[in-house]
């Protein structure tokens, strides 16, 4: 019988700016997720639409003086839910790492390469286990071998480059296990990996869920990796989330016009030779000169189907026929699944 769900992460109209010279960066702009207990919860989208700025609000790593954050974070720790957002620097520590880890995108970055990587793994244990050196040591040498990483004892003692990078990767993700959350972000967790490497930590992480009943953000572009691993999506576009589905509906059923570009966009074996990719066209828009309407309607090839005004003018709600699915878009809901099917079509071709 399977555990009971249990909600680990609610974000709640979260919103993240920054002021620069040129102006106001409204980086993330009201985004709302959920992420439960043994699911894992992906946010796709390209480079710059507010991903990775999302999930370093969770771990409440922007600078409080820089950043300007509105809305909630919840995160569970046992019995209550902190919200990052209000919370103190202190609570914040408290439960970083504890609570809600993350595994970051460059690992080579991320590890120092100065320190033996035993040491850094057992300080990760010892900032909230203060005084168990030999117990941080020992469950760091736990830990690289729950991770895969063969004769454990001896690589805790190397450093950072004597290590692969696949190797590297199942390091950082013991440091995040190291006092074992329930929450895990995810960030790119496979980018710099060669396909075979990149399936071997997918399927590590799927195992490590299971063992430890976690809840996954999964940060990712790649529409491969979500197939894969996740039960729902959240596709971001310039700060704001225009989709929300099962995984399934967003494959097979895409609700807005930027999450069908970005499947046709995705290199595909047919039987047709020579096919070039279908690039969404344009570039995504400034995020400190957002348009009123919808921030995607420039670069919208079905626009004609909507009333052009109101993509201009007025931002459209995150609406469906279905609580479970849901779209931003002007375009009438039964006209976008008729002309986005036979679109699917050529995709599955």
């Given at each position: 019988?399977?555990?009971?769900?249990?909600?680990?992460?609610?974000?709640?109209?979260?919103?993240?700016?920054?002021?620069?010279?040129?102006?106001?960066?409204?980086?993330?702009?009201?985004?709302?997720?959920?992420?439960?207990?043994?699911?894992?919860?992906?946010?796709?989208?390209?480079?710059?639409?507010?991903?990775?700025?999302?999930?370093?609000?969770?771990?409440?790593?922007?600078?409080?003086?820089?950043?300007?954050?509105?809305?909630?974070?919840?995160?569970?720790?046992?019995?209550?839910?902190?919200?990052?957002?209000?919370?103190?620097?202190?609570?914040?520590?408290?439960?970083?790492?504890?609570?809600?880890?993350?595994?970051?995108?460059?690992?080579?970055?991320?590890?120092?390469?100065?320190?033996?990587?035993?040491?850094?793994?057992?300080?990760?244990?010892?900032?909230?286990?203060?005084?168990?050196?030999?117990?941080?040591?020992?469950?760091?040498?736990?830990?690289?071998?729950?991770?895969?990483?063969?004769?454990?004892?001896?690589?805790?003692?190397?450093?950072?480059?004597?290590?692969?990078?696949?190797?590297?990767?199942?390091v950082m993700i013991a440091m995040a296990l190291m006092n074992s959350p329930k929450m895990l972000i995810a960030d790119e967790p496979t980018t710099a990996l060669d396909v075979t490497v990149q399936a071997q930590i997918l399927a590590l992480l799927s195992d490590l869920q299971k063992e430890f009943n976690m809840g996954i953000l999964l940060i990712t572009h790649d529409l491969g990796v979500v197939a894969q691993v996740t039960e729902r999506v959240n596709v971001m576009y310039a700060g704001r989330i225009v989709e929300q589905a099962p995984v399934d509906?967003?494959?097979?059923?895409?609700?807005?016009?930027?999450?069908?570009?970005?499947?046709?966009?995705?290199?595909?074996?047919?039987?047709?030779?020579?096919?070039?990719?279908?690039?969404?066209?344009?570039?995504?828009?400034?995020?400190?000169?957002?348009?009123?309407?919808?921030?995607?309607?420039?670069?919208?090839?079905?626009?004609?189907?909507?009333?052009?005004?109101?993509?201009?003018?007025?931002?459209?709600?995150?609406?469906?026929?279905?609580?479970?699915?849901?779209?931003?878009?002007?375009?009438?809901?039964?006209?976008?699944?008729?002309?986005?099917?036979?679109?699917?079509?050529?995709?599955?071709?």
């Open positions: 019988m399977s555990e009971a769900k249990t909600e680990l992460l609610k974000i709640d109209d979260l919103r993240v700016s920054f002021k620069t010279d040129d102006g106001v960066v409204k980086a993330v702009d009201g985004v709302s997720l959920t992420v439960n207990s043994g699911e894992t919860v992906a946010v796709v989208g390209e480079s710059g639409s507010g991903k990775t700025v999302t999930s370093l609000s969770v771990m409440g790593l922007h600078k409080r003086g820089s950043a300007q954050i509105t809305g909630s974070i919840k995160v569970r720790d046992g019995e209550r839910m902190l919200d990052i957002v209000t919370a103190t620097d202190e609570e914040i520590l408290d439960v970083r790492g504890r609570a809600v880890a993350m595994i970051f995108q460059d690992p080579m970055s991320a590890l120092h390469p100065f320190f033996r990587i035993g040491n850094q793994l057992a300080e990760a244990y010892l900032v909230h286990n203060p005084g168990k050196k030999e117990e941080a040591k020992k469950r760091a040498v736990e830990m690289l071998d729950l991770v895969g990483i063969p004769d454990p004892l001896q690589r805790a003692n190397e450093y950072p480059h004597q290590f692969s990078g696949g190797m590297r990767q199942r509906d967003i494959f097979y059923n895409p609700a807005h016009p930027y999450a069908l570009g970005l499947l046709q966009s995705v290199p595909r074996i047919t039987v047709h030779g020579g096919e070039r990719l279908k690039a969404i066209p344009g570039q995504p828009p400034s995020l400190i000169n957002l348009p009123k309407g919808c921030a995607f309607a420039p670069r919208c090839e079905y626009i004609k189907h909507a009333d052009a005004n109101a993509c201009a003018t007025l931002m459209p709600e995150l609406l469906g026929a279905s609580p479970a699915h849901t779209a931003r878009c002007h375009i009438p809901e039964s006209s976008r699944k008729e002309i986005f099917a036979a679109a699917m079509k050529e995709v599955r071709a």
